[in-house]
């Protein structure tokens, strides 16, 4: 064969352009003449590459392989098509709902947030909730605090039904916990009562089955009466495994009168663990029982604590006073709380 006789190989990365034949890596680089020399100027890193018949496109291709910049620039294009892509999704399902927009889910998730989070139910009262609230969507109908509390009491009856649905499933044993509780506003006494118990995955659930008034006094027969209603009314009175209850006289009569009432032969043991006395206040009766021993010491530093805090300027005495004694104070001083 001639020596002034080229063999092109056929090749993908060529493509013929008015007809000439141009390689796909010129995609990437632009013709430059600096010097009266032909160089292929990189669209990324700026880098300067010869060019020309006599040198071919091999070494362009490779510098593509390994061009820094190129690398930046793909993963900052793919970064912006995939945030375009999901802007898209967004502004589409904002503009589904707001089509879609129902006046009852609305009132439901308002509903929800307010037992979620424990706002007053006078929330929906508030000038600048009702403003935000209509900024979001106006066709939103503010409801009155008397239809919110419908709306929450009718999410209990719902919650309240599927909670009794799990546990009349459940096959195992159901442990409950139980104690009163008085309101700091109206002094009330309410008792709640809470049911404990392994679900077919092993999973502990625990659920509240009652929150009810108790009127006083808080007698051994009211307080039964009480505990004994949640457990026919759940139907766990043949599933009880054990109640948790403080143990105090009052509370070791309600479990002796509950007894009497239950079918001991459905009870572990025939009910003679029925009983489980609350490990947490024990705890608490034996450093109390170990405190008065060091009592006199406890009240004079309560006493003293007492002083120090009494005003500004005493505050602020104290702690130049530490300082100068290289005290390291991070805690404010406090008086502790009897029942903590």
Known sequence: MP????????????????????????NHFKRKTVDEKDKADCNYCKKLLVRGSNYGTKHLHDHMK???????????????????????????????NAYNFDQNVSRNELARIIILHEYPLSIVDHIGFRKYSNSLQPLFRMVSRNT???DILSIYEKERVKSKHEIDKNLGRISITTNMWTSQNKKRGFMVVTSHFIDGLWRLQ??????IYVPSPHMKEVLSSVLLDTLLEWNIDRKLSIVTIDNCSTNDAVIKIIL???????????????HLRCAARVLDLIVQDGLDVIGSCI????????????????????????RQAHVECTKELALDCKTH
């Not at 990365?13 to 890596?25: P, W």
């Not at 910049?69 to 904002?94: E, G, P």
């Not at 009497?260 to 029925?274: C, F, N, P, T, V």
């Open 299 to 322: 009240e004079k530093i309560r006493e003293s604590v007492g002083f120090w805090t009494a005003s500004t300027k005493r505050r602020q005495k104290f702690e130049e006073t530490a």
């Open 3 to 26: 020596n002034d006789v080229q063999v092109v190989q056929p090749s993908n990365e060529i493509i013929q352009e008015e007809g000439k034949y141009k390689s796909i890596v010129w």
């Open 66 to 96: 390994i061009c820094p910049r190129r690398k930046f620039q793909d993963i900052r294009d793919m970064n912006q098509k995939f945030l375009a892509r999901d802007q898209n999704k967004v502004d589409s399902m904002v503009g589904m």
């Open 148 to 150: 919110i509390k419908k």
């Open 260 to 274: 009497d009432k239950l079918q001991r032969g459905a009870l572990i043991m025939r009910g003679s663990m029925l």
């Open 206 to 211: 625990s659920r509240v089955m009652r929150f």
